[in-house]
């Protein structure tokens, strides 16, 4: 790293950023920028304090050029420095306008000149560059002396050195220090009859000194000289060029300069802008202005101007309908008629916004306010004209067509094949609509056609509406949109206004029949209109949205309980809900309606089941049809209910079943078995699928007598038992068999099978018999198993045996049988 002296002459950079500052003042704030200051130092921006500053840093020391050389390198790259600036200026978002143009000269200016001292720390005190505008004029009018020539005189040895030599040499720098003067003195002193090694290093150092005063004289002639000559020629091709034929077209904000333009559009808000022309054609011209949005010509002007005569006017622009994103406001102007390309054109970009909070007065806010629309619902035949130029499109009132499955307006075309011709077929209704001034309202409606193509503009036919001839809304058959719902902003004028609704044909494509219904057609407010109309459609989105109550346990021990809901949309989002509440699912009530909450409690009553089922309503008023089953239920079940043990079989031989129920779903459920005469009791776990029913098997070692208690524990953490007993019976067998009948000659033999433990699975059957007899498993019910057999007439008669296998819990095999007669009748 190189050691950093310290920097003796940083005057002069502190005066070049000092006028940089100064330019900032000058050219851009008022008062000052109107005094006659702001030239001289605009141009001394533009022409050497970036440079200086920039040379300042490249050229730290006093040796490098010469005092002309740097002022000449200085006004070339201050052109260069403003230029390059200018050109990034105009990249960027500022554009290139005099604020970012003066505050990037300072910032240029100021960073070279921290730059300028840290580059000058690198040398010497003595060979740092400093600024002296005596010393710089002195060194243009003096010529330099040549110390290898003037500086030594003839000593008697012929090595006494001349000591105003150094005064002469330092002319070359603009200023020096004190200290720097001294140490010169005492050099040549020093030398003076050191003999010829003196005499060397004094024609050393001539030699490294810079160029020649005529040669620094020369560069200033040449400068002078270009300057005289690029005036000249400035001067000659002023005089002989020929007059340069062009029109202005400029556009002023609100105090009249090229800045604080409108950028943001209101309904039924004017915007104004300042329109400028001037004439340089040489000759009078007769000019035509258009004003035109985003294509669409709304003004144009006829401006007939003579040479270097200059026109202003405001022109305003007010927006009566719903645009998204934003809108191209442009001034085209044309030279004696309009054409395709305009001869000049500036344009601006505006934002729509399309709120109506601006809009208070009662004109867009009170619905009374507005004109009626007669038989608006489509109920009644009056109200409503219908007309046609063609045969096949008719119109009539048909019911249980319209939204509310009431009465709508139908209008059919029953004509199908390609369109002749070059005409508009149509057919629609009309309504005149009476105001008694000019107003603003939201024209809505709902439109459906039953064209069944399911990809959009597939037929050349088109649902519209009109008003007073202009169309404010059209869309095409097709797409299978179901119910549109419209909402269009229109301007009403005092006097007559015609309403049309209709379908249109146009010509060149092939015509499918088609019907297309129109109904609830109305007038509201602009204050009213909905935040979701889509902007290329003008259609308030129609999906409804979708919601739920959120499962509940199927049983709770609180009367009081918490129900939650909630639900989705798309594209609009949820307005509110409504829950109902039902006793038996079928006969509902509001419990909660239109709220924004998703949670409330409930309160029942004990041994009550109440179900639930929620309705949304998005922010487009679109309403999610009724649930045609419950969301969820719950039942409420207070207290400890009572549990039911079931043993079976019972008495046993060797192993029976544990059944427990209960009336609300368990944690856990065990039965202990303690065998009579002893204390420590035997611990069965019982399994459930639904948590009501628990089952567990039970294999008796030893003893005949037992005490059972079943320990059950239900969701809620309540506690219950039942009590019961086993008896061991060895005296009945393995088996109870029953047939019936005893005796059968062909048909179906029923077969109950009763065993006197727990098995594993259900017994095996079978018959004995000479052809094999087909046994079918049928149920099970309270410990005993029932079977069906078919007796066929090819079984022979006699004494048949049924004969019964199982196996217990242990595995240990059952058996058992018993007889029926085959008696097959003559």
């Known amino acids: 790293m190189p050691h950093l002296k310290k920097c003796v002459f940083v005057e002069d950079l502190l005066a070049v950023t000092l006028l940089s500052c100064l330019g900032v003042i000058f050219v851009l704030v008022p008062p000052f920028n109107e005094t006659f200051l702001r030239i001289p130092i605009a141009l001394s921006l533009f022409f050497f304090v970036p440079g200086y500053a920039f040379i300042s840093a490249l050229f730290p020391g006093n040796k490098e050029i010469s005092g002309i050389e740097r002022f000449t390198l200085s006004v070339g790259f201050s052109l260069v420095l403003t230029v390059f600036s200018g050109f990034l200026i105009s990249l960027l978002p500022w554009g290139y306008r005099p604020a970012p143009i003066v505050v990037s000269i300072l910032g240029i200016t100021a960073f070279f000149s921290i730059l300028a001292i840290f580059t000058r720390k690198l040398k010497d005190e003595n060979e740092q560059f400093s600024f002296s505008i005596k010393e710089f004029i002195r060194s243009i009018r003096e010529d330099e002396v040549d110390e290898g020539d003037e500086g030594f005189t003839g000593s008697p040895y012929g090595q006494e050195e001349n000591p105003v030599a150094p005064a002469a040499g330092e002319s070359r720098r603009f200023h020096r220090s004190k200290s720097r003067v001294k140490a010169k003195g005492l050099k040549y002193q020093q030398g003076i009859g050191a003999g010829n090694e003196a005499r060397k290093e004094a024609r050393t150092e001539a030699r490294k000194r810079p160029l020649p005063p005529e040669i620094e004289k020369a560069l200033i002639i040449a400068l002078i000289g270009s300057i005289i000559i690029s005036s000249a020629m400035l001067g000659y091709a002023k005089v002989t060029r020929e007059k340069e034929t062009f029109t202005m077209l400029y556009l002023l904000g609100p105090e009249g300069k090229a800045e604080g333009y409108p950028n943001e559009s209101l309904i039924n808000v004017p915007i104004t802008v300042t329109v400028g022309i001037e004439n340089h054609e040489l000759q009078a011209v007769n000019y035509i202005l258009q004003m035109r949005v985003d294509g669409e010509v709304i003004k144009e002007l006829n401006i007939p101007l003579e040479d270097r005569e200059v026109w202003q006017e405001d022109m305003t622009y007010t927006r009566h309908k719903l645009k998204s994103d934003r809108s191209r406001l442009e001034f085209a102007l044309f030279k004696e008629e309009p054409g395709y390309f305009a001869y000049r054109s500036v344009h601006l ?148 206004n015609n309403l ?87 006969n509902w009530e509001t419990w909660i309606s239109k709220t924004t909450n998703t949670s409330s409690d409930f309160t029942g009553k004990h041994n009550q089941t109440y179900y639930f089922r929620s309705q949304a309503v998005d922010r487009a008023g679109n309403e999610e049809p009724d649930h045609p089953v419950p969301d969820t239920q719950t039942k409420i079940y207070l207290g400890a209910p009572k549990v039911t043990l079931d043993i079976s079989p019972n008495p046993c031989k060797t192993a029976t079943t544990f059944t427990v129920t209960y009336p609300v779903p368990l944690q856990a459920a065990i039965c202990l078995v303690t065998r009579e005469g002893f204390d420590e009791p035997e611990s069965i776990e019982l399994t459930s699928s639904d948590g009501a029913n628990w089952t567990g098997g039970y294999t008796i070692k030893h003893g005949n007598h037992f005490y059972v208690e079943a320990l059950c524990t239900d969701i809620f953490g309540n506690t219950v ?95 058992g049988n018993t007889t029926f007669v085959v008696a097959h009748s003559d």
């Open 349 to 496: 970009f505006i934002e729509n916004n399309n709120t109506f909070s601006h809009l208070d007065d009662a004109r867009y806010t009170d619905a009374s306010a507005l004109p009626k629309i007669v038989n608006a619902e489509m109920e009644s035949s009056t109200g409503w004209t219908f007309n046609s130029n063609v045969e096949h499109i008719t119109g009539s009132y048909a019911n249980g067509t319209g939204v509310d499955s009431s009465y709508a307006y139908r209008i059919v075309n029953s004509y199908e094949g390609n369109m002749s011709g070059y005409s508009v077929e149509f057919g629609g209704i009309s309504q005149d609509i009476k105001c008694e001034e000019d107003i603003m309202a939201v024209f809505s409606a709902y439109v459906m056609d039953n064209f069944n193509s399911s990809v959009p503009g597939t037929d050349p036919q088109l649902k519209y509406v009109t008003l007073n001839g202009e169309v404010i809304w059209s869309d095409g058959i097709g797409g299978a949109e179901g119910w549109q719902r419209l909402e269009v902003p229109i301007s009403l004028q005092a006097g007559e």
């Open 500 to 586: 049309t609704l209709g379908l249109r044909q146009l010509p060149g494509g092939e015509i499918k029949p088609v019907e297309v219904l129109w109904d609830s057609v109305s007038l509201k407010p602009l204050s009213e209109l909905s935040l979701f109309v889509s902007d290329d459609t003008n259609t308030v989105e129609t999906v409804p949205p979708n919601s739920s109550v959120l499962e509940l346990p199927a049983y709770t021990d609180n009367e009081t309980f918490t129900v939650s809901w909630n639900g989705t949309d798309d594209m609009s989002g949820i307005a509110y809900y409504s829950i109902d509440s039902s006793t038996d699912g079928v």
């Open 721 to 815: 038992s039942t009590l019961d007993e086993i008896l061991v019976d060895t005296s009945i067998p393995d088996f109870e068999i029953e047939v019936s009948p005893k005796v059968i000659d062909t048909g179906n033999l029923k077969i109950k099978v009763t065993p006197a433990t727990a098995l594993k699975s259900q017994p095996s059957v079978s018959i004995s018999a000479n052809e094999k007899v087909n046994i079918t498993y049928l149920s099970y019910s309270e410990g005993t198993y029932f079977y069906e057999a078919k007796i066929k007439s090819e079984i022979n008669e006699g004494e048949r045996r049924v004969s019964v296998s199982g196996y217990d819990l242990n595995s240990e095999k059952v058996e």
